[in-house]
């Protein structure tokens, strides 16, 4: 089975709500004006219930299928945040605010969860329950974890959820996934190190705070050549170096920080511990003081294996076999669809829209073509997984 027809006739409406959203994109969990546009359109499309200040923007939509069949409630999730990002582009839909921008993809995902809404409201050709879940927050906050922690899977019975992210790394239609982890846990590292300042001519009256730290950025290199497991991925990359404002005074303090990208729980932790004996070992060779600030980031993003086996036959359905990779390489990128992953089995999947400016850059755009594919699989889970019983 192709793209639905019925989600085909709209595909010009999807259209249309997408630019209307990346013409006014918001940030974090300041989706107010998002969140009242998906409301209203939630309501036109008759859905059964609207909940509205989940995770304070967040919205979740309630539909009612034929018959309770076992009862159970199936989850999709489409996330609504933009960046902080001042658009380039020359579309006479950019971006009227300054320094925000849907250089993610994010309008596109709520275009395509609108979409199966609206299918779905009107066919009801599926037993049971479906949550359409519009988050906020994605790209900073954490707010699938405000939402999970406010309860939504007991709250409206959530047993199984999906989502999408488009990519430029496919072709257009083209879907892929992987069981188990698909995403990067992440993780952030600040280490200050402390001596004591002097003049550069008399070194030997001071604490040199950078060579301390030369010597730590050295060492926590050999926490992936040395401590980690080399059959197994991880990253930990330095990205920040900072000690003095001119060139003949010895700093008293200098600063680097990095991030962290692991698959394995075990992983992380030893990478996190190990982290914190280098800095402070180092820094004590030189008789130095390191102060060591670990932010843990989001978890892996880890697929259900059956899940991801059911999703890759729907995503089939929809594009066909040759366009469906269920077995793709891991991406050191994170996501927080992994806090509704830890709550709940599910899959997380990839949906190309084909070469272009890549995510995360000033001159990105969402595909349209591509909204009635994910529009057409988000309905088609829900049919399959929960089919009418005559």
């Known amino acids: ?6 989600i085909a006739d709209y595909a010009e409406d999807m259209k ?33 219930q609207v909940h509205e200040g989940i995770a304070k923007t967040g919205v979740i939509a309630i539909i009612k299928g034929q018959g309770t069949g076992n009862g159970t409630t199936l989850g999709l999730r489409a996330d609504m945040d933009a960046l902080p990002i001042q658009e380039t582009s020359d579309l006479d839909y950019a971006s009227v605010y300054d320094g925000k921008m849907h250089a993610c993809g994010h309008d596109g995902h709520t275009a395509m969860l609108l979409g199966a809404t609206r299918y779905l409201a009107e066919t009801r050709n599926f ?3 479906v949550a359409l879940i519009f988050q906020p927050a994605e790209e900073s906050g954490g707010g699938a974890q405000m939402m999970v922690n406010e309860g939504i899977m007991d709250r409206f019975g959530i047993t199984e959820v999906y989502a999408l992210h488009n990519t430029t790394d496919a072709d257009v239609g083209h879907f892929y996934t992987m069981p188990g982890a698909i995403m990067a846990a992440v993780d952030e590292f600040k280490i200050k190190v402390k001596g004591r300042s002097g003049h550069a001519a008399y070194p030997q009256d001071t604490v040199d705070p950078l060579v301390a730290t030369l010597g730590i950025a050295t060492a926590i290199q050999t926490i992936i050549s040395r401590n980690h497991d080399p059959r197994k991925d991880a990253v930990c990359s330095i990205t920040q170096f900072h000690a003095g404002t001119t ?19 075990e992983d992380r932790t030893m990478i996190l511990r190990r982290l914190q004996e280098i800095a402070e070992g180092q820094a004590l060779a030189y008789n130095c003081k390191a102060e060591v600030m670990l932010v843990e980031g989001y978890p892996a993003t880890v697929n259900n294996l059956e899940k991801t086996k059911f999703a890759v036959e729907v995503a089939k359905e929809i594009a066909g076999e040759a366009a469906v990779n269920g077995n793709t390489g891991l991406q050191l990128g994170a996501e927080d669809f992994s806090y509704m992953l830890e709550a709940r089995p599910g899959t997380y999947l990839f949906l190309g829209q084909g070469e ?12 349209d073509e591509i909204l009635p594919y994910g529009a057409s699989f988000f309905a088609r889970i829900v049919e399959k997984a929960q089919p009418v019983v005559v």
């Open 247 to 265: 060139h003949n005074v010895i700093a008293e303090t200098a600063f680097i920080s990095g991030t962290i990208r692991t698959f394995d729980k």
């Open 1 to 6: 089975m192709p793209i639905l027809n019925r």
């Open 356 to 367: 272009g400016p890549g995510l995360h850059t000033t001159n990105y755009d969402f595909n």
């Open 16 to 48: 249309l709500w997408r630019r209307q959203l990346h013409k006014h994109p918001e940030l974090s969990y300041d989706c107010h004006e998002t969140s009242a546009f998906v409301i209203n359109k939630l309501k036109e499309f008759g859905v059964d």
């Open 127 to 129: 037993s049971g329950y």
